[in-house]
């Protein structure tokens, strides 16, 4: 697993040193007008763990866009720190997507230690955005396609039991199979469903800034947690 983490993240060096000059937007760090950065995981890996967790890209880890937090997700290199939980220290990675996975996990004792020891996580597209990029241009759509095939590698290395996306393109990326229970809120679209990876599971959970109530977000997550807790 973790030489083919390596290689990939050293394919997604090069390809993002190779396009920097062509898209900045999009291959350099926000706020920078030289650096290029990524992040692939959100976690430290572990080979076939319970939960993966997948989404969409990054945004900001931390209080700007160029400090510590930043600058540690977006080195490029595979994480040490499981940026889920490091924020239950009410310093550390504040961003709000941790807080929204944590919501559900810490409520319990068995989930705490599910999330500790036996979640990774990762987004499908690596390259830091503020906001939603417009990604409808040919150059843009060749990216994604790439982005696409390095996720999925990513996701293979792993090996994971379970896959949680908390992003319709993540769960539309990974998920091979007509989806099912699909739920729809009339202002947010998507937020629950099912589908397979191959013969993985994958869940679809509504992310925390789509225009979904949160209330109904706080619950597909809770549901989906006890379905797996359950098998």
């Not at 889920?84 to 310093?91: E, F, K, Q, S």
């Not at 807080?99 to 068995?110: G, L, N």
Request: hydrophobic residues 30%.
């Amino acid at each position: 697993m973790i030489k083919e983490l390596e290689n990939i993240y050293t394919q997604t060096w090069g390809y993002f040193n190779e396009n920097k000059d062509e898209d900045p937007d999009l291959f350099l760090k926000v706020g920078s007008e030289t650096e290029v950065g990524f992040a692939i995981l959100y976690t430290p890996p572990i080979y076939n763990p319970k939960i993966l967790i997948c989404g969409q890209n990054p945004g900001n880890f931390g209080y700007s866009w160029d400090d510590q937090y930043n600058r540690e997700m977006l080195s490029g290199e595979i994480p040490t720190v499981n940026t889920y939980t490091a924020g239950r220290d009410g310093v550390s990675y504040p961003f709000d997507f941790a807080k929204f996975i944590r919501s559900q996990f810490d409520v319990t004792p068995e989930r705490k230690e599910l999330l500790d020891t036996n979640t990774v996580g990762m987004n499908i597209y690596p390259f830091q955005y503020n906001g939603t990029p417009n990604m409808t241009s040919r150059k843009r759509k060749d990216y994604l396609k790439t982005f696409h095939r390095l996720s999925i590698r990513t996701v293979r290395a792993i090996n994971p039991q379970k896959i949680i996306c908390i992003s319709v393109k993540a769960f539309d990326a990974l998920n091979k199979k007509e989806a099912e229970n699909v739920k729809q809120h009339e202002h947010g679209g998507r937020y629950s469903g099912k589908g397979f990876f191959g013969d993985i599971p994958v869940y679809l959970v509504g992310h925390p800034k789509s225009y979904t109530p949160v209330e109904l977000l706080y619950e597909t997550l809770d549901s989906v947690i006890k379905e797996i807790e359950s098998e």
